[in-house]
């Protein structure tokens, strides 16, 4: 499995507070994403990273916010946590490029709840 | 950007019986559609992948066409099996850094 880590996995919040997510690579690979699944929605970008203080708005970028200040990791932050991103939060790894086919590579997911 | 929309929404199929999940997108500009298989409580993984120069591929039981010119692409599963049931999704590449999912397909396998 690619080296791939979230944190927290589980999280309980309430409306109006910041939340922060970890993502955590070992294999150097140079694009991290966050991604959101809800149901009947299925996987909708929020932000991507294509390096190091890199990033670019997804589908749904509205109320986050991305930082990546070193290779190996990507942090999504809510600022002001609202009902509606209550979600189950995954983070992605891969390489584009001539030699590589741009396969996503997924951690386990981060379960966020905002009551 | 790229648009992707899936088709049906969930699947059931007798244990044996074919599976066919179609997908259409915008971008003409594409050319990578990967298909990913989301188990329960665990994140996706590629099962297959096709790129625009190629019209099908097969992987065993598992294969994809696409029709660059219609703007869809489909996947097959032939002899379904109980553990093919799943969550699958397909994806179009946007601007070749990122992957736009389908809405999902919920496949369910009975013995």
């Known amino acids: 499995d690619a080296g791939i880590t979230q944190s927290p996995r589980h999280k309980v919040t309430e409306t109006g507070t910041p939340v922060t997510l970890r993502c955590h690579q070992t294999?150097?690979?140079?694009?991290m994403y966050w991604y959101r699944q809800d149901p009947g929605h299925g996987l909708r970008l929020i932000h991507y990273?294509?390096?190091?203080?890199?990033?670019d708005k997804g589908e749904v970028s509205d109320g986050y916010s991305v930082s990546r200040s070193k290779t190996e990791d990507f942090l999504l932050t809510l600022e002001s946590a609202t009902s509606s991103q209550t979600s189950v939060y995954f983070c992605a790894i891969s390489e584009w490029g001539d030699a590589n086919t741009g396969e996503l590579f997924f951690g386990e997911g981060s379960r966020l709840t905002v009551l | 950007g790229e648009n992707v929309e899936q088709h049906p929404s969930t699947l059931s199929v007798q244990e044996g019986d074919s599976a066919v999940i179609k997908c259409t997108y915008s971008?003409?500009?594409?050319?990578?559609f990967p298909w990913y298989k989301q188990e329960l409580g665990k994140g996706p993984q590629l099962i297959i992948d096709i790129r625009s120069n190629v019209g099908e591929k097969k992987d065993q039981r598992i294969a994809v066409t696409l029709n660059k010119t219609a703007k869809h692409f489909s996947l097959h599963i032939t002899e379904t099996q109980p553990e093919d049931s799943a969550v699958y999704f397909c994806a179009g590449e946007q601007a070749g850094t990122a992957l736009i999912f389908g809405k999902g397909t919920t496949l369910s396998v009975s013995s």
């Open positions: 971008d003409s500009a594409s050319n990578y």
């Open positions: 990273s294509y390096g190091v203080k890199d990033t």
């Open positions: 294999e150097n690979h140079r694009y």
